[in-house]
């Protein structure tokens, strides 16, 4: 007796997403410096964590090799909240540089939500600056945040559908769920869905997740999103991830494959297109502040 092979969701990867952003993203740079315009984005790094140093020098190398240059600055893990606002206000007065990116996270003694309000919003590649947040929720242009804005590239670049679409999103954190929520209610062709936003309030989620087209996972816990919670054939984008040292440890249990019809591998999902965002909105800002705004 034959036996029906098991189901297997269509794969999506970041990798080629990001890689379409960023040939976008060298190619404005290139049209910048051909106009004289040396695009800079600045790097701002507090204490001696290996993964934060790790992830600013990736970022570093990126940027380089897109054609940015990317002054940095390295404080001592003793520095003081004001030490790091003179960091930052002297970038912020640089008209030379962008582009600014603090590093998250900051020593313990450190605020971070408090540097990052520092920071000239029209400098903030986060995109997760007050004021753009404000921005993002009026519907106003600005830098989007990397991570809500790298899932709508991701679900454009596959030509999945969102308009009129019934989209479930599981948490409602302000790097993720709340502005993703936010940005894919929003009147424009590749959002427009019909959003609901569920969280620890609401303890019957499944409800809402069973019965999702575009699920996107954006809790922070571990395997919290299993077959059962999955309606058959929906697209689920695991946003939410947690490190236990190196070890990535996503929302979506891989098994979700099984029953999805396209998801977010278990790595290289989400992850590329954030990054890929990041510099996005570093050109997006140099062509703003010298008035030489693309296409
Ligand atoms: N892949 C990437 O590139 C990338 C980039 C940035 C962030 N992330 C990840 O995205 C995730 C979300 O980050 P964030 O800062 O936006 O979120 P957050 O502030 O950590 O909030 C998590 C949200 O999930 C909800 N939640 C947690 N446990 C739950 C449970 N058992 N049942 C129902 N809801 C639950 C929380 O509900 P309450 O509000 O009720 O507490 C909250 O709304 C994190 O895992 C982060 O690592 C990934």
Not at 29 to 38: E, F
Request: net charge negative; charged share 20%.
């Amino acid at each position: 007796m034959s036996v029906a092979p098991e189901h297997t969701a269509t794969l999506l990867p970041g990798k080629p997403v990001a890689e379409a952003i960023l040939a976008d993203v060298a190619e404005r740079v290139a049209r910048l410096k051909a106009a004289s315009v040396q695009p800079s984005l600045a790097t701002v790094l507090v204490g001696d964590d290996d993964a934060s140093a790790g992830y600013i020098r990736i970022k570093q190398r990126q940027a380089e090799e897109l054609g940015f240059v990317s002054p940095h600055r390295h404080l001592p893990a003793d520095a003081t909240q004001a030490d790091l606002h003179r960091v930052i206000e002297d970038f912020n007065a640089d008209a030379g540089v962008h582009g600014l990116l603090v590093q998250y996270p900051v020593p313990g003694h450190l605020d971070y939500d408090l540097a990052l309000a520092a920071v000239d919003p029209d400098k903030d590649v986060d995109g997760m600056h007050p004021l753009n947040m404000g921005r993002l929720a009026l519907g106003l242009p600005g830098p989007l945040p990397c991570t809500p804005a790298g899932i709508e590239a991701l679900l454009a670049h596959y030509e999945i559908p969102v308009a009129g679409r019934e989209v479930v999103i599981l948490g409602r954190g302000a790097t993720l769920g709340r502005p993703l929520s936010i940005l894919l209610a929003q009147k424009r062709p590749t959002a427009n869905a019909a959003v609901t936003v569920v969280h620890t309030g609401v303890p019957d989620w499944d409800r809402y997740t069973r019965r999702a087209e575009i699920l996107i996972a954006a809790a922070g816990v571990p395997g919290i999103i299993q077959p059962e919670h999955v309606r058959p054939g929906a697209v689920v984008i695991g946003g939410g991830v947690r490190y236990e040292g190196r070890r990535l440890l996503p929302d979506v249990d891989e098994s979700c494959a099984t029953v999805a019809g396209a998801i977010t591998p278990r790595v290289g999902g989400v992850g590329p297109t954030t990054v890929a965002m990041l510099f996005r909105n570093a050109v997006a800002a140099a062509e703003r502040q010298t008035g030489r705004r693309s296409g």
